[in-house]
């Protein structure tokens, strides 16, 4: 049997030019039993629907800023570096892989990817524009979950990682301000900042704000999101 093709969306370091991701993504996708394909951007739409074509689900993995034209703002002086092509690409690869109806798990910048290409807006910095929110970039090692969240019941969210209150790591300054049209909101910190979307319905597509590759080796419902997805690749 053809094991799933888990498309891996990557990072560019401009300053010395090479795509990249961490090996704990491509490592929660092979402990699930897919086989992770890393993923430079593409810029041409051909290219594009050959790999929507090609792989069997999309990982949008963690990152830099998202550039703020996307939602209609502009850059809050607190915005920090953003690649206009992996936008683009992310975006474009999102859009495609709905119109296919294959899985798509958004990491940390992914569920913000997937709320922006689906109608939503940003914080663009959550402690300057929410400074009552928690500490969302930990001091602590990726791998350590610092704070709580609580799990929607009756979402796909909750029958995946079969709690309705997780611990997380939290390495972002980003977030969800106002969620897209049609994404229900699955998860949430205790300061109110959204950790979890996903679509309604049959569409596999699922977010979290949180770094479940830091974790899946000891935590098993971070380990859980790999599984589902891989599995939902697969059917």
């Known amino acids: 049997?053809?094991?799933?093709?888990?498309?891996?969306?990557?990072?560019?370091?401009?300053?010395?030019?090479?795509?990249?991701?961490?090996?704990?993504?491509?490592?929660?996708?092979?402990?699930?039993?897919?086989?992770?394909?890393?993923?430079?951007?593409?810029?041409?739409?051909?290219?594009?629907?050959?790999?929507?074509?090609?792989?069997?689900?999309?990982?949008?993995?963690?990152?830099?800023?998202?550039?703020?034209?996307?939602?209609?703002?502009?850059?809050?002086?607190?915005?920090?570096?953003?690649?206009?092509?992996?936008?683009?690409?992310?975006?474009?690869?999102?859009?495609?892989?709905?119109?296919?109806?294959?899985?798509?798990?958004?990491?940390?910048?992914g569920i913000q990817v997937i709320n922006v290409a689906l109608g939503g807006t940003l914080y663009q910095d959550l402690a300057a524009q929410q400074p009552q929110s928690l500490q969302h970039r930990q001091g602590a090692a990726r791998r350590y979950p610092t704070h709580s969240v609580a799990v929607r019941q009756s979402s796909k969210l909750a029958a995946i990682v079969g709690m309705d209150k997780l611990q997380v790591n939290s390495l972002h300054h980003q977030s969800i301000k106002e969620p897209a049209p049609g994404l229900q909101v699955t998860a949430w910190a205790e300061d109110g900042v959204i950790e979890g979307v996903e679509a309604p319905g049959q569409h596999w597509l699922l977010g979290v704000q949180w770094h479940p590759e830091a974790m899946w080796e000891h935590d098993q419902a971070a380990a859980s999101l790999f599984s589902a997805l891989v599995h939902a690749a697969g059917a």
Not at 44 to 62: N, P, Q, T, Y
Request: proline share 6%; charged share 25%.
């Open 1 to 109: 049997m053809a094991r799933a093709c888990i498309g891996i969306t990557t990072a560019h370091n401009a300053e010395q030019d090479y795509y990249y991701c961490r090996n704990t993504y491509v490592g929660g996708v092979r402990q699930a039993g897919g086989v992770p394909l890393l993923l430079p951007p593409l810029t041409d739409r051909e290219a594009m629907l050959s790999c929507a074509g090609k792989i069997d689900a999309l990982l949008l993995s963690g990152g830099g800023d998202l550039q703020p034209f996307l939602f209609g703002e502009e850059p809050h002086w607190k915005l920090e570096e953003f690649d206009p092509e992996r936008d683009d690409f992310e975006i474009g690869m999102l859009r495609l892989m709905i119109d296919l109806g294959k899985p798509v798990l958004g990491i940390c910048r």
